[in-house]
């Protein structure tokens, strides 16, 4: 997924092991997705408190993926 226009965050995280695995899940199931962090690269991962990992959809993604990730 190459824009970042017309996504949206549909689940934050405290960590970037459990966005990854979120997004396998959706990728599994065809929805592209992206995870975006703001932790030095994962240097600094006490700045996930600050600003958590985001996982992000298409909008025509949105209601599949949060069902996708309730069960």
Known sequence: ???????????TFTNDIAARIAEAALEAHGIESIVVSDN???????LNTLHPVRLMVREADVESALALLED
Do not use: Q
């Open 1 to 11: 997924m190459a824009e970042t226009d017309g996504l949206y965050v549909i689940r």
């Open 40 to 46: 030095a690269f994962g240097m600094i991962p006490a």
